[in-house]
């Protein structure tokens, strides 16, 4: 399925944030490996919490969901022996499971999106698995990728963070369950850190207890450790979040977006601080982020490192900006479900918008004036490229076409939906 975006002027009206995706598979994840009964409130809908629910339910858990909760009964530290895992398109879901597949005796994990996925490398990930004795059969390093594991004890374990934060984390919620402590150290330039600060957020609500250096280099992490049942609340997601606001923010609007915690520990909240930054007229009270914008922006430099998932639709607002944006720090954008730099600004040049790429950085000179659009855009399968492109085609003179926009569903199958509801011109066509 494609989408339209036609030229929209305004954007008007209230929609509730979706529910966070980084928080949803972390819950379903520490659900099932608790013995008891866990209850999460408000948990995403989408293709990459559908796949974490699958496959725990694969490996032995069971999920009961209404509207507003699924209570999820888990497998504690034995996952049943399943044959192969599908986690569809999802990066975090497949390396969180991948350390979780150790304590099986043999998971495969298939590729169905050769394209994507497939493409994304778990080098760093594998090497820090062996160190546990565990063995990995892999495609240089990609799927398919088959995980034996031999009853791992726990140990020193070096794992690099120089590409993923997800390498770190996967061993962040296997090691507590492992019979003997274990001493994570990181090397390199530990990427996405913040999102690591979920991890910790999220295992410590579990009840695991574990030491983290403050610049997150080393941890120690005692061993038959067992997670807690628990009740867990979603807190609203700011990654998907971040492109309405972007819309918001390049239209003449008054939008506001509920839930959305000011005391969230996802990096992607820095969207709001770089809006005002960027003199787009905005407030932040009680969860309620409105933005009256003015179609106004003005350029600024950023660490996208920071707030990763948000980069793409803050690149997207700053094409309408008056002045040179530099989004640095970002080359770990390269390895996400399409190269985010190359690929990304490539679909922003078709639209009109002057775009510079380095190896970790992305430039945009902004065009206060608009872009021509009437071009059609290549997904690249990848949803935050679906989203941030539709930002830029609601200031394009002539319509965009997006080609297969429905991979929007793998964080924010409801966008367009809210787009729409919001007074955006945009439209399904097969
Ligand atoms: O741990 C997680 O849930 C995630 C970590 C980040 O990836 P990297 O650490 O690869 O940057 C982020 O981009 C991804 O959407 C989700
Ligand atoms: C990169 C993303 O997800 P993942 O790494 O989990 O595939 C994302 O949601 O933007």
């Known amino acids: 399925m ?85 986690v569809g398109n999802a990066g975090a879901v497949l390396r969180f499971l991948m350390g979780i597949a150790a304590l099986s005796s043999e998971v495969k994990f298939v590729n169905t999106y050769p394209d994507s996925l497939g493409k994304r490398p778990h080098d760093d990930l594998i090497d820090a698995l062996e160190q546990l004795g565990v063995q990995v059969e892999h495609h240089n390093g990609r799927l398919p990728i088959t995980i034996r594991g031999g009853k791992p004890k726990g140990g020193r374990i070096t794992v690099s963070g120089e590409v993923s934060s997800q390498y770190l984390s996967a061993l962040l ?14 090397t390199g330039d530990l990427k996405s850190k913040v999102v690591v600060g979920q991890t910790l957020e999220v295992l410590a609500q579990a009840g695991i207890t574990i030491e983290a250096a403050d610049d997150y280099t080393s941890f120690r992490v005692p061993g038959q450790q067992s997670y807690k049942a628990q009740v867990y609340t979603v807190q609203g997601d700011y990654p998907g979040s971040a492109a309405v606001l972007a819309a918001a923010a390049v239209t003449q609007s008054d939008v506001t977006i509920r839930n959305l915690s000011e005391d969230s ?34 350029a600024l430099e950023f660490d996208g490192d920071t707030a990763t998932d948000a980069v793409l639709a803050m690149v997207a607002a700053a094409v309408f900006a008056k002045g040179t944006s530099r989004f640095y720090n970002v080359e770990n954008l390269r390895y996400k479900e399409c190269d985010r730099i190359t ?12 775009v510079e790429e380095r190896q970790a ?6 065009r206060p004036e608009g872009v021509e659009g009437g071009v059609e855009i ?21 319509p965009i076409r997006i080609k297969d926009a429905h991979h929007v569903a793998k964080s924010y199958p409801q966008y367009f939906d809210h787009l729409q509801a919001l007074g955006a011109d945009v439209e399904w066509v097969k």
Do not use: W
């Open 343 to 354: 690929d990304y600004l490539t679909e922003l040049a078709k639209a009109g918008a002057q």
């Open 2 to 86: 494609d989408v339209i975006v036609r030229p929209t002027e305004k954007l008007s009206g209230e929609i509730g944030a979706l529910s966070s995706k980084n928080y949803t598979t972390r819950y379903l994840l520490v659900a099932a490996l608790a013995e008891g009964t866990s209850t999460i409130y408000y948990p995403a809908h989408s293709e990459d919490s559908d796949a974490m629910r699958r496959c725990i339910q694969d490996l032995g858990a069971t999920i009961v969901e209404d509207d507003e909760k699924a209570v999820i009964t888990g497998f504690g530290s034995a996952p049943r022996d399943v044959a192969e895992l599908n």
């Open 265 to 298: 520990k996802q990096g992607e909240r820095a969207i709001i601080d770089v809006l005002r930054t960027m003199e787009v007229p905005l407030t932040h009270e009680n969860g309620n982020v409105r933005v009256q914008g003015n179609g106004k922006l003005k």
């Open 173 to 186: 919620f296997l090691t507590p369950l492992l019979p003997e402590d274990s001493e994570i150290t990181v």
């Open 361 to 366: 950085e992305i430039i945009v000179h902004g």
């Open 378 to 398: 290549n997904a690249h399968y990848d949803h935050r490229v679906i989203m941030a492109l539709t930002v830029v085609g609601l200031r394009s003179r002539q």
